[in-house]
């Protein structure tokens, strides 16, 4: 199928492209213009962002093991319905993904399935239990992506500083999820005023910190490429900046919650505000808009992480942390980032595209002839109001009911084929 | 008046809404001083008392706040039920509704899971303690005894002492006298005060000398031991030394100030026994209150508007 893409605003971080122009899809890759045939799609899209496919590079897709709370096929369709082409699915299945054949697994199902790109992320050490490392360079060439113990971070610095230089040997960044143990407790949301109040134990800043000061000075040490998960905190944010400025190897995301949220979303022990790292202090939050504005953090990812109903409709102490981010996040980037001059649109197009790409060594983030054809379009000013019901992806735990977003996704298309077009868009097809 | 369904903590009430259930609880404990301790007013009324944790007086009190109001009554522990059989809260609340249940009284470990319950059933659920979060009707409790004592609320210097971290009881107390016209004062451990705790409106102090200086009424916490093994402070013998009532501690406060504790008491680690027995103490006139604000807690949730008339 061949595709025009007409009248859009191009935005083409690659190339640091912003224009209005049309663009051309054939065989699966970016063409050079040509004239349409009876097998062309002509879209026209004047007044929407014409992007590169956006990448979200911290979802878990909950395969093999919890397919009741999703599957790589509806965690897919949720990143199609999101606007993301491409999603790196974190390792905490069962069993974890710490060997060659769990990695091809995810492969094979993801093929299946056909709905978006699927970048497997290793386990570091066997079973994510920080003892022994797992088998990278086998992982690797299985086509992990990177390397992360996500939620369970690798306790032991030693270790950690091996799995550092022998991630630098394969040239694989490691993902690290910042919570040093013995700080966080068995806390459950941001330690301050409101979990005072709630009763609930708190997660103090540091319990991220701590961590994240670790492993930056053993990547400087080991020359590891480290990318720091879901940073919470102002105070991450000041180290990664600071790092960056010696030249260390370390990138940062941040999650559409954690820029968007406080501790008083929890507000009457809401289970779905119930995440990890937790929604912080309204100076972190504003710390981490003004890391994204000046890069110190590089990328947005939204830790997609569904739960069940009934997982969530229990005790706050006993609800599993993590929220579902797939199918707000273009909405809650454009109304919390955009609209408001935080981020231009080609910087958040930017850090949804091409600097994941560029972090997890995959193609993506470019609208160059010959580029593969994995293209969003966004409508900036469309508006809708966060309904879980209509969610692709088996479930629905999100803090966002009922909020007002503007600025959607309305077309997705992946190696040059339609994976999602909403209804009513007012994109015209012909 | 209280329109609430059900009662879940002292934060979310006005200061109208207190008054109006310490009024309730007047001729209630009028009733419990009669040499017939009962009246018709709830029959037909079921009320459930639903414990995951050990008590002897708030359970006890509530049930017998039920029974002198001739409401059946009926105890679930959590230990006893098929809660051990792994049934969540949500699908217990919702057998014992079944079952018939008009109120529910809570006590469980973890904060917030009366709201769950109340989100969960029609009946009126009443929070008994949900971990560090609320304990409602002992702070009632606090604040009836003390308007009994001092004729009234605000303006007083109210001091609670100790484990303010995992108190529901500082908590509540904290909620209900600020909103009162109180002043209260906490006083603690760095290691055992919470975050953010001066904004909550109460004043924070480390050293008890100061927090007594001129107090109408001290609040004593009892101190567990398991928070020594968790690392929170050094131990019994040096807390007592810093944050133990003793008869020096209390010449620092008002020559009439009350001395409290919801109980169970540590003699000798918090509070010493000569002080525990003496005139100061209102402690167990602190259990009979609990009885007659339960018992106006009941009859406002399963339908009583107006003010109780004890004679009716």
Redesign the interface.
């Known amino acids: 199928m061949k595709l025009i893409i007409k009248n859009g605003r191009i935005l083409d971080p690659a190339a640091g492209r912003d224009e209005t122009a049309d663009l051309y899809v054939d065989h699966g890759v970016i063409s050079a213009p040509f004239q349409p045939d009876q097998d062309t799609k002509i879209i026209d899209a004047a007044g929407r962002l014409v992007t590169p496919g956006l990448i979200d590079m911290h979802v878990h897709l909950r395969e093999p093991g919890f397919e009741y709370k999703e599957t790589i096929a509806t965690g897919t369709a949720a990143a199609a319905r999101g606007g993301f082409t491409g999603v790196a699915c974190m390792p905490n299945t069962e069993p974890v993904t710490d060997n060659r054949v769990a990695v091809e697994y995810i492969n094979k199902r993801a093929a299946e399935a056909g709905l978006a790109h699927v970048y497997p992320i290793g386990a570091i050490t066997r079973g994510s239990l920080g003892k022994e490392l797992a088998e990278l360079a086998d992982m690797r060439e299985a086509g992990a992506a990177a390397f992360s113990d996500d939620g369970r971070p690798v306790p032991d610095a030693g270790l950690m500083r091996r799995a550092m230089q022998y991630c630098g040997m394969l040239d694989a960044v490691i993902i690290s999820h910042c919570e040093d143990k013995s700080l966080a407790g068995d806390g459950v949301m941001h330690e301050g005023a409101y979990a005072t109040t709630l009763g609930l134990k708190g997660i103090p800043a540091s319990a991220e910190e701590a961590m994240v000061a670790r492993d930056i000075i053993l990547a400087a040490e080991t020359k590891c490429p480290l990318h720091i998960a879901h940073v919470s905190t102002a105070g991450s944010v000041s180290l990664v900046r600071e790092a960056k400025k010696r030249g260390v190897r370390v990138t940062a995301e941040a999650t559409p919650h954690h820029f968007t949220l406080t501790d008083r979303a929890v507000g009457d022990f809401d289970t779905n505000a119930k995440v990890n790292p937790p929604l912080r202090g309204e100076a972190d939050v504003q710390a981490i808009r003004e890391g994204l504005a000046d890069g110190a953090i590089d990328v947005i990812a939204t830790d997609h992480a569904p739960h069940s109903f009934d997982e969530k409709n229990v005790e706050f102490d006993l609800a599993p942390f993590g929220l579902v981010g797939l199918e707000t996040a273009v909405g809650l980037v454009w109304t919390e980032l955009v609209h408001t001059g935080v981020l231009t649109p080609l910087q958040a197009v930017q850090k949804l595209s091409l600097n994941p790409a560029r972090i997890l060594g995959v193609t993506g983030g470019a609208l160059a002839v010959g580029a593969p054809a994995d293209i969003t379009v966004i409508d900036p000013l469309l508006e809708e109001t966060v309904n879980p019901a209509a969610f692709a992806g088996k479930s629905k735990n999100t803090p966002f009911t009922g909020r007002r977003l503007k600025g959607l996704p309305v077309l997705t298309v992946v190696a040059g084929e339609i994976k999602y077009e909403r209804q009513n868009s007012g994109v015209r097809s012909q | 008046m209280y329109k609430h369904k059900d009662l879940l903590g002292i934060?979310v009430l006005s200061a109208e809404e207190i008054s109006f259930l310490l009024d309730t609880a007047v001729p209630m404990k009028e009733i419990i001083k009669r040499q017939i301790k009962k009246v018709p007013t709830l029959r037909g009324k079921t009320v459930v008392t639903l414990f995951y944790e050990n008590s002897t007086r708030t359970r006890g009190s509530f049930e017998l706040a039920a029974k002198y109001l001739s409401a059946d009554s009926i105890n679930v522990s959590g230990a006893s039920s098929s809660v051990t059989k792994g049934e969540?809260?949500?699908d217990t609340g919702r057998t014992l509704q079944s079952l018939g249940a008009d109120v529910i009284v809570l006590r469980?470990p973890?904060?917030?899971?009366p709201?769950?319950l109340a989100r969960s059933v029609q009946a009126a659920v009443i929070n008994a303690g949900?971990?560090?979060?609320?304990h409602p009707t002992q702070a009632l409790l606090d604040m009836f005894t003390v308007r009994e004592k001092k004729g009234g609320l605000a303006g007083l210097r109210v001091a609670i002492v100790g484990d303010i971290l995992h108190s529901?009881v500082a908590?509540s107390n904290i909620w209900g006298f600020t909103k009162m016209g109180a002043e209260v004062r906490v006083c603690g451990p760095a290691t055992l005060l919470?975050?953010?705790?001066e904004?909550?409106g109460a004043r924070v102090f480390h050293q008890m000398d100061r927090a007594l200086e001129g107090a109408d009424v001290i609040i004593m916490l009892r101190i567990q031991k398991e928070r020594q093994q968790q690392g929170l402070f050094p131990g019994l013998r040096e807390y007592s030394r810093l944050y133990g009532l003793s008869s020096r501690r209390l010449s620092l406060a008002a020559g009439d100030a009350l001395v409290m504790h919801p109980g169970p008491m540590n003699r000798g680690v918090e509070i010493t026994a000569d002080i525990a027995d003496s005139n100061r103490a209102v402690i167990e006139e602190q259990v009979t209150n609990g009885v007659a604000v339960r018992m106006a807690l009941l009859y406002l949730l399963t339908g009583g508007g107006a003010h109780f008339e004890a004679n009716h």
């Open positions: 934060r969540s809260l949500y469980h973890m904060p917030g899971a709201r769950l949900d971990g560090a979060h609320e529901r908590r919470p975050a953010g705790l904004e909550t």
